[in-house]
Every structure is written in structure tokens, then in C-alpha cells.
């Protein structure tokens, strides 16, 4: 499987981008993809990133990267700004993920989320064996010094979105260089989901009049 | 580098108070060349004490404005000139009235900072340039690169507002209040007639003081001063403050010092209409860059245009870059701000060729 900037989920991520959109990178880093999708899609992006040394990067690169808060930074945008609203690897790390997916879908058409899968077989395998918390290739940190904070699988991130009444348009689930489409929550490394407010609109997201 | 130190003269400007200032003088310099398509040129504007000088031996941004560097004047065409009301060749209070042959003196109308810019706007067409590919200034600047992407949003393809905000907090005029006080308060000013006279220059001098210490900040202070003693009666920051006081008097009309901090103080953008409506289909790119020791400009003033911005969907990056030497931060603590700059300018400029 391909590799934008060393990153699988970027490449998935890249190839689900509609050429030409408006498009809002959360926790964008020093702004490889964003400069990936202007270059290769045309794409008119926007990045939030809270890390100053990046953001300087990203910019430099050529993105519009603001330096803040991606939890806060996504209310200040105006409904349905962007065709999609990207958080890659970020969502276990937000506070409030909930919050974060709808502020997403009220600024954004769409939200793609790209997250490590708990549920993959190596952390239950780790976590069984070792009785502590598992240490992985997947989720690299000790306990102490891990910025994740939350630890979902495939089957809780599809449970929360079919709760919420919210639609997934597509899902994509990688392990190593491969496409999983057998058992993604025990053999998916990365999942990558596309989801829309769907025909059930959420009462909690306020979306502008045409 | 290609250097030209130039002047021009208008007819007529009209003011925001309603008077027009005839004729009008301004003082300005460029370097680089201009392209072909014109669409290389770049307006620096200067802050409060600056002038058009800005690039070269002594110039005031010439750690940004050069060959190689964040303004790189082997790509770009660099233009700064010297604004309405300030005292280094662009008309201001002490100008000769033609009316009277003397100087204006208090007798000169008070300017805005859209007076300033409207001015700036007659040179650039003057210089038959259409679209400025950015318009980059800190502090004072900064509101005039605000200015100009409000009120001539199709002339400007981005903005680079530094260390700036769309409004002074009272804390920003009360100093501006008390470095006019210390003027006003010298009897040599004279009610602002003192041209041919004793210079005010010791109001003068505690004005600059007072303003150097906004300028930078406890912890830049502490490492460039501490308690060093100059002479065992004086400590080594009384020192320095006085000298930079005093060589400001050299170079600075004081009663200049009383109309460009009024413009200051009286700048609002938001007595136009809330942030965000000022900004309304705005296409032009911005980059806003607060320092983190700013405490003079904080980072909240940059914040909240960078909030309307973001609330309109415009195209802004923001960054608040770690620095220590406060609001002077801009001028002299120039690295990362020249790595955000190149690279926003870079492909402001590839974007801006695509599209035409």
C-alpha cells in the first residue's frame, strides 16, 4: 500500500479526498497532507494545529495553519464551511470526542476520522499476556506518557455513529501494507471512516439554510 | 540589492476629518525590481517611529527585507515609504503650511491611519502597480496591512499583520497619553511652535523612554540590564534609556510623536462594523504572527481578528511564535518569523500566478 509522507492514513485519506473541495486538516501537524492535497487535488485547505514549532513548519509549507486548540478551534468556523473536515490519529487524543465528531459535522460535509483500532488482535494479545496495559507497535507509549486518552475499537467508533443517527459512507481498515476486509476489528491496525450527518439529521447540528 | 530612494508629490488628500491637505509629499524607497507582470511587489509599512528606510545599512527591517532574506529582494520589489503626519520627508506637522510659509506645526490636521493608508494607496498607483502581491507591517504596520486589506481588499493578495491589533486597548493609550504628556509638559515645546527654536527634547526623551520599556520585556530586560551599574551612581538601564532617548530627538519631530500616537489611539476597525462582516468575502490571504513575551500587543489582540477571520472562512494562518524580547520581538527576533514568511510569501506568489 502507498505512503504519503511515511503515513499509510494519509494515503487512504488522499485518495478519498474529492479533487477541488474545501478542506479542514484538525491536529494537521506540520502540514504534509494539506500540502499533499493542494498539490495533487487542488483542494483549498485549512489546518489547526496547537503545537507552535509545527505550525510554523506547516506554514512555511504553504498551508493556512492556525495555532490552537482543535477541540475549541472547530466552533469557530461557520456551518458546512468545508466538503470534509479530516482528524487523523487525533480523535483518541481529544478530550471530548463526541463534542469534537460534531463540531466536525456541522462545519464540515463530511468527517473523516482516522484512528489506531484498540480491538486489533496484537493489543488484546499484549494486554492478556503481560496483564498491563499493552504496549504495542500500535500504541507505542507507557501508560504514563501516552497522549491517548481514549481507547476505541472498529466496533465502538460504528456503535457511537449508528447512536448518534449519522451515516458511514465509507470505511476503510489497514494492517501493515495490506487492506483488511476480513474481521477489521481484530485485524485492522488503522481504521479510516467517512461519515455524514446523514438523512438523520442530528438535532445537535445546526446546519445553515442553503 | 537594487535601491532607490525616491519622493513624489500629490495634488490633493482628502482626510478622514474632512479636510484636504494640499499638496501632499511623500517619501519612499523600493528595492528589487519589479517583473514584467507587475506582480511581484510588496508594501512594507513601518510602525510608529520607522521611517522609509527600511532595507540596507540602517535600515529598520533590514534583518527581513534583503537578498535571501524573509522579503527576498532577488524575487520580490519591496516598497516602504514614510507615513502622512510622520517627520522623514512625508508631510506632516512640520511641513510649511504653503498658506502661511511657516509650519503647520498644531496647526496641522489630524490624520488616521486610513489617511495614512489612502496616501499609500495614491503611491502604489502611482507606481502603476495593480495588485500588491502582500502588504506586511508590526505594531502601527500592522494596522495599516489591516487597513489596507479592509478598505482595498481586490489591490492586496494577502496581508501579513504583525504583533498588531484592530483596536488599542486602554493600557496601549494610556502609555501613548503619557509620552504626549512628557511633551507637552517641556517648555520648550511651546505649544508645538518651537520650529527654529530649543527642541522639546527632554519631553522627548522621556517619551522614547518610557516607550522603550513597553517595547521589551521583564525577562529581556533582566538579561540585557539586571542590576549592571554604568557608573556607580547609575544603573546600566537608566543608561541605555536615556542614550536612546536623547539619539531620538535627533531624528524625531515631537509634535509627529503627538499626531502619529493620536492615529494610533483613535484606530478602530470595529466602528466600521463587527470584525467578522469587515471581513466578508475577503479573498486575500493573511498571515497574523503575535509574539508570546508581546505584552504591549498580546497575542489576544491578533487572536481575535484570526477568530473573525476563521468565523468568515477566510484563508488565515496564525501563529504565536516563542520569543523573549517582548513587542520589540518582531524587529530583532527575526528567525522563525522569517521562515513563516518566506514560506507563506512563496506560495502566495505560486497561487497568484496560477490564478491570473
Known amino acids: 500500500m502507498r505512503k504519503v509522507y511515511g503515513r499509510r492514513d494519509f494515503a487512504i485519506i488522499g485518495e478519498l479526498i474529492e479533487p477541488r473541495t474545501r478542506v479542514l486538516d484538525l491536529g494537521c501537524g506540520e502540514g504534509e497532507l494539506l500540502a ?48 470534509y473536515v479530516i482528524l487523523s490519529q487525533t480523535l483518541q487524543e481529544t478530550r471530548y470526542p463526541l463534542r469534537v465528531l460534531r463540531g466536525m459535522l456541522r462545519v464540515g460535509k463530511r468527517a473523516v476520522v482516522a484512528f489506531p483500532n ?10 492478556l499476556l503481560s496483564g498491563g496495559a499493552p504496549r504495542t507497535d500500535l500504541f507505542p507509549y507507557d501508560w504514563y506518557d501516552s497522549p491517548n486518552i481514549h481507547f476505541l475499537t472498529v466496533l465502538d467508533f460504528e456503535a457511537l455513529i449508528l447512536k448518534q443517527g449519522w451515516k458511514v459512507e465509507r470505511r476503510i481498515f489497514v494492517a501493515g501494507e495490506r487492506q483488511v476486509t476480513w474481521m477489521p476489528n481484530l485485524m485492522a491496525e488503522i481504521a479510516v471512516f467517512q461519515v455524514s450527518a446523514g438523512a438523520a439529521l442530528n438535532h445537535s447540528i445546526t446546519v445553515a439554510a442553503p | 540589492m537594487v535601491t532607490e530612494v525616491a519622493s513624489c508629490s500629490f495634488d490633493r488628500l482628502e482626510l478622514d476629518s474632512g479636510v484636504t491637505l494640499a499638496p501632499v509629499e511623500v517619501a519612499y524607497e ?3 525590481e519589479l517583473n514584467a507582470a507587475r506582480s511581484n511587489a510588496i508594501l512594507i509599512v513601518h510602525a510608529f517611529s520607522g521611517d522609509a528606510h527600511a532595507a540596507g545599512e540602517g535600515g529598520w527591517w533590514s534583518s527581513m527585507i534583503g537578498p535571501g532574506k524573509a522579503f527576498d529582494t532577488d524575487q520580490y520589489f519591496v516598497i516602504c515609504s514614510n507615513v502622512l503626519g510622520g517627520c522623514r520627508g512625508t508631510t506632516g506637522p512640520g511641513s510649511i503650511n504653503p498658506e502661511t510659509g511657516c509650519p503647520w506645526a498644531m496647526s496641522f490636521p489630524q490624520v488616521s ?3 495614512m493608508v489612502r496616501l499609500q494607496k495614491m503611491l502604489i498607483d502611482h507606481l502603476g502597480i495593480g495588485r500588491l502581491l502582500t502588504v506586511s507591517g508590526g505594531s502601527m504596520g500592522g494596522m495599516q496591512a489591516l487597513e489596507w486589506a479592509v478598505t482595498y481588499p481586490e489591490r492586496v493578495a494577502s496581508a501579513i499583520p504583525i504583533a498588531t491589533t484592530a483596536r488599542h486597548s486602554a493600557q496601549q493609550i494610556a502609555f501613548n497619553e503619557v509620552g504626549r504628556q512628557a511633551i507637552m509638559a517641556d517648555p520648550d515645546w511651546n505649544n508645538g511652535n518651537y520650529y527654529g527654536g530649543r527642541l522639546p527634547g527632554r519631553g522627548l526623551a522621556v517619551a522614547r523612554m518610557v516607550g522603550h520599556i513597553t517595547y521589551m520585556s521583564d525577562e529581556s530586560m533582566r538579561e540585557k540590564f539586571g542590576r549592571k551599574l554604568r557608573t556607580p551612581d547609575q544603573f546600566e538601564v537608566e543608561s541605555y534609556l536615556k542614550y536612546r532617548g536623547y539619539k531620538f530627538v535627533d531624528r524625531f519631530d515631537a509634535n509627529s510623536y503627538i499626531y502619529i500616537t493620536r492615529a494610533m489611539d483613535t484606530f478602530d476597525l470595529t466602528q466600521r462594523g463587527a470584525l467578522p462582516t469587515l471581513f466578508e468575502s475577503n479573498e486575500a490571504r493573511f498571515l497574523l504572527i503575535s509574539y508570546t513575551s508581546d505584552w504591549l500587543y498580546p497575542p489576544y489582540q491578533s487572536l481575535e481578528i484570526v477568530k473573525a477571520l476563521r468565523g468568515r472562512n477566510c484563508d488565515v494562518a496564525y501563529c504565536n511564535l516563542d520569543a523573549r524580547y517582548g513587542h520589540d520581538s518582531f524587529l530583532v527576533e527575526v528567525e522563525q518569523q522569517t521562515e513563516v514568511v518566506r514560506g507563506f ?5 505560486r497561487e497568484a500566478a496560477a490564478g491570473a
Not at chain 1, 485547505?45 to 475549541?72: F, H, N
Not at chain 1, 484498540?118 to 494486554?127: E, I, K, M, P
Open chain 1, 118 to 127: 484498540f480491538g486489533h488482535y496484537s493489543v488484546r494479545l499484549a494486554t
Open chain 2, 113 to 115: 491611519i486610513a489617511d
Open chain 1, 36 to 83: 499533499w492535497l493542494k498539490e495533487n487535488k487542488q483542494v483549498d485547505g485549512r489546518g489547526v494545529e496547537m503545537e507552535g514549532a509545527r505550525v510554523q513548519k506547516a506554514i512555511a509549507r504553504g498551508a493556512s495553519v492556525y495555532q490552537g486548540d482543535l477541540e475549541s478551534a472547530v466552533e469557530d468556523y461557520p456551518d458546512q464551511a468545508f466538503d
Open chain 2, 345 to 349: 510569501l512563496a506560495s502566495t506568489f
Open chain 2, 30 to 32: 523600493t528595492y528589487g
